[in-house]
């Protein structure tokens, strides 16, 4: 999701920086280039403070601003144990990726929106926490959970410097990372499949979350919605699982 984010705000226009943790971020910096985009690239650990400041000081440095913060890092971290076999440093590891991440970065950024009085903020959250929660989801579910109502504190708090703060909550989404079939095992989580349970009937594209960022939410037509959880998944979190015959 994170990759089409970038090349959609790239072919908008968009002086787009990049990070990662791992050195991919190379490659897909040099796939930007080579599409003609102008692109910055950081192989940095946003669960580092001190790291996430040093890389918005050089941004800065050579941009002069930021415009639009997306905070898109995390993940769900298998194997999902159950909470009463659950390690402290898992639980630590889990909210490093899916919280401090997006919690550094906005301590980074902000001050100099607020120095603008302009700034766009998106956070990227999960149905899981905020609307449902799955089998073995404690701390994943907390995690989001945590950064849609930072999502909210924040819009609370900015809303004076013209700065909006929103999420939105990818469900189940095709990243090219899993197969999608409707006997691969997740029931057994307790993970409804999008073929089983939402209304339109497939896994979203990465390319419709980025659609709904570069064209909307980062757009001049959004500067009225703040604070807002904006559900892509295709209808799943309004199914009943007992509606489905799943008792």
């Given at each position: 999701m994170?990759s089409?984010?970038a090349?959609l705000?790239?072919?908008?226009?968009?002086?787009?920086i990049?990070?990662?943790i791992?050195?991919q971020v190379?490659?897909?910096?040099?796939d930007?280039q080579?599409q003609?985009f102008?692109?910055?690239?950081?192989?940095?650990d946003?669960?580092?403070?001190?790291?996430?400041?040093?890389?918005?000081?050089?941004i800065?440095?050579?941009?002069?601003k930021?415009?639009i913060?997306?905070?898109?890092?995390?993940?769900?971290v298998?194997?999902?144990?159950?909470f009463?076999?659950?390690s402290?440093e898992?639980?630590?590891?889990?909210?490093?990726?899916n919280?401090?991440?997006?919690?550094n970065?906005?301590w980074a950024?902000?001050?100099?929106?607020?120095?603008r009085?302009?700034g766009k903020?998106?956070?990227?959250?999960?149905?899981?926490?905020?609307?449902v929660?799955?089998r073995y989801s404690?701390?994943?579910?907390d995690?989001?959970?945590a950064?849609s109502?930072?999502?909210?504190?924040?819009?609370?708090?900015?809303?004076?410097y013209?700065?909006?703060?929103?999420?939105?909550?990818p469900?189940?989404?095709?990243?090219?990372?899993?197969?999608w079939t409707?006997?691969?095992?997740r029931?057994d989580l307790?993970?409804f499949?999008?073929?089983l349970?939402?209304?339109?009937?497939?896994p979203?594209?990465?390319?419709?979350?980025?659609?709904?960022?570069?064209?909307?939410?980062?757009?001049?037509e959004s500067?009225f919605?703040?604070g807002?959880?904006?559900?892509?998944?295709?209808?799943?979190?309004?199914?009943e699982?007992?509606?489905?015959?799943?008792q």
């Open positions: 994170g089409c984010v090349q705000f790239a072919r908008e226009g968009a002086n787009v990049i990070t990662d791992d050195e190379w490659e897909r910096k040099r930007l080579d003609g102008n692109v910055i690239g950081f192989q940095v946003l669960s580092e403070l001190e790291q996430v400041k040093d890389m918005t000081r050089e800065i440095n050579q941009c002069a930021i415009d913060l997306i905070n898109v890092a995390g993940k769900s298998p194997p999902r144990p159950p009463l076999e659950m402290e898992y639980w630590d590891m889990v909210m490093d990726r919280l401090r991440t997006a919690l970065c906005c950024a902000l001050p100099y929106m607020v120095e009085k302009y903020i998106i956070n990227f959250s999960s149905p899981t926490g905020t609307k929660v799955y404690a701390a994943y579910a995690s989001k959970g950064v109502a930072l999502t909210r504190a924040l819009a609370l708090e900015m809303g004076e013209n700065i909006t703060v929103n999420a939105i909550l469900g189940d989404i095709d990243t090219g990372n899993k197969p409707i006997n691969d095992g029931r307790g993970i499949t999008p073929q349970s939402c209304p339109i009937p497939r979203g594209r990465s390319e419709e979350v980025a659609d709904l960022l570069a064209l909307f939410l980062t757009t001049d500067k919605i703040t807002a959880e904006i559900v892509i998944d295709g209808g799943g979190t309004i199914v699982p007992y509606s489905l015959g799943w």
